[in-house]
């Protein structure tokens, strides 16, 4: 194994060893706190911009298989761990996480401190970071990250986002049209499950557009980076909030808070991985969700024209919210979870009956 390196924007940075491609990448340092899943983080386009520190010590002991991937490519642009397993055993397993990560092109760094890492960013907040195996100079490496954009302020949408629209599931009685602002794969296999026909559109689809679909429904996925940078997004969502059923996952529910007049802003150090608390406001009823978001909604001065439905538990943020009078509905965490918890999968079913005409 060769050398590789860790440098925060702070100045901080521990030296390990690559288990991954030769290379070097830079990104927002986030950790997740899930146990397992590795394989469906590294495939969640929501982490594009990102480097992934994983809290729970040993990854990749069950190595990589074909089936859990939550989209076709990896959307972080860096793996950190505390020790990798490079000889994986599990009956679905074809190769190990190193050489998945490899034959990816994707930097990964073993043997540091991920708790020392994880610490620093709960104390001080996400930081840009670069990880390399190429330079080691921290001045050099330094110079570099002062180049990089964060993520505030910027479409990280486009980069992921489908290029034309494509018919995921041919459902014989509704049509449900999703917008892909990097789309987990799990989601559209749970439309499927109920029997929905799903299409899936570009980001910058236009509202016009998506009604020529001639949908009963339609949901705004989960996705990277900064919701207030879509401009767009947010004109078109504003345009179908009294048109159709909709529901937001994740980025769908900022964007749709947005659109409502609400406000977004960074969190300190966001929310990612499969434990976190969350109670349902109407019935006091608690659910342990998945979770991966940066970035958080504030909902003063549109508190007439939503309810809260849930809140996180932790830190009080919203989780959840629905319109007053329109079927618009949307949920912070993931309720399809993959990785983590199904405690949240039922919250699709208010979706489903507005989409079946029950709203």
């Known amino acids: 194994m060769s050398d590789a390196i860790l440098l925060l924007a702070d100045g901080s940075y521990q030296m390990g060893q690559s288990f991954g491609a030769e290379g070097e990448v830079m990104g927002e340092v986030v950790f997740n706190t899930s146990m397992t899943g590795y394989q469906e983080i590294l495939t969640d386009l ?74 620093r960013i709960r104390t001080v907040g996400a930081m840009m970071g670069i990880l390399s195996t190429t330079d080691f100079d921290q001045t050099s490496l330094m110079e570099k990250l002062k ?39 799990n989601i559209l296999r749970m439309l499927s499950r109920v029997g929905f026909r799903v299409t ?25 980076g900064d919701p207030e940078a879509l401009y767009d997004v947010i004109k078109n969502t504003r345009k179908l909030m009294d048109k159709k059923p909709i529901f937001g996952i994740c980025l769908g529910h900022q964007i749709l808070g947005l659109a409502l007049g609400g406000r977004c802003y960074k969190m300190k150090f966001g929310h990612h991985g499969g434990n976190h608390p969350v109670m349902e406001t109407a019935t006091g009823k608690i659910r342990v969700t998945a979770q991966n978001h940066g970035f958080v909604m504030d909902y003063s001065g549109i508190e007439r024209e939503v309810q809260i439905t849930h809140i996180n538990l932790n830190d009080r943020t919203v989780e959840g919210m629905q319109h007053n009078t329109y079927p618009v509905y949307s949920l912070q965490f993931h309720p399809e979870a993959s990785p983590g918890p199904h405690d949240g999968n039922e919250l699709f079913g208010k979706f489903v009956n507005s989409v079946k005409g029950g709203q």
């Open 147 to 185: 180049a990089t954009p964060s993520l505030t302020g910027m479409d990280w949408v486009s980069p992921v986002t489908c290029k034309a629209p494509y018919l995921f599931s041919d459902g014989k009685a509704y049509h449900v049209v999703v917008y892909d602002f990097g789309v987990k794969y």
């Open 46 to 119: 929501s982490y594009y911009g990102q480097m992934v520190v994983m809290t729970y010590p040993l990854i990749g002991n069950y190595g990589i298989n074909e089936e859990d991937i939550e989209s076709g490519k990896i959307g972080l642009g860096g793996l950190i761990v505390k020790e990798h397993c490079p000889v994986p055993s599990h009956w679905k397993s074809k190769e190990s996480l190193g050489a998945y990560l490899r034959r990816n092109h994707v930097v990964a760094i073993e043997g540091i401190d991920t708790r020392a890492v994880t610490r």
């Open 200 to 224: 899936v559109v570009p980001a910058q689809t236009s509202a016009e557009e998506v009604l020529s679909f001639r949908p009963d429904g339609v949901l705004l996925s989960n996705g990277p």
